[in-house]
């Protein structure tokens, strides 16, 4: 049984910081990789990190140089530290992890506003 748990959301100005975090009750056999996706109103969902257990790690080009993805397999837990936060980035944010199946968390707001 696994449950995706998100906290880390809120409210903060442009410029600002949010730390993100996912961590599951359970425990996912082989973890393949960890991820983070938004999705604002009206908007489809889009890819913002990924890790992958071999090491390699993408960024959305709209995120690359603010935000830093990391985790660790073991305790089924990923983060998202998000720096230089625009109103652009404004959306649900959802975590991801996967082997093989993939499980999704319940999504966490993030609202930049002044």
């Known amino acids: 049984q696994v449950q995706m748990v998100e906290s880390g959301g809120g409210l903060v100005q442009p410029g600002g910081s949010l730390r993100l975090s996912c961590a599951n009750s359970g425990s996912i056999f082989s973890i393949i990789g960890m991820g983070w996706y938004r999705q604002a109103p009206g908007k489809q969902r889009e890819l913002v990190a990924t890790?992958?257990?071999?090491?390699?790690?993408n960024y959305s080009d709209g995120v690359k140089g603010r935000f830093t993805i990391s985790g660790d397999n073991a305790k089924n837990t990923v983060y998202l530290q998000m720096n230089s936060l625009k109103p652009e980035d404004t959306a649900v944010y959802y975590c991801?992890?996967?082997?093989?199946?993939?499980?999704w968390g319940q999504g966490t707001q993030v609202t930049v506003s002044s």
């Open positions: 890790i992958i257990t071999n090491g390699r790690i």
């Open positions: 991801r992890m996967w082997s093989s199946r993939e499980y």
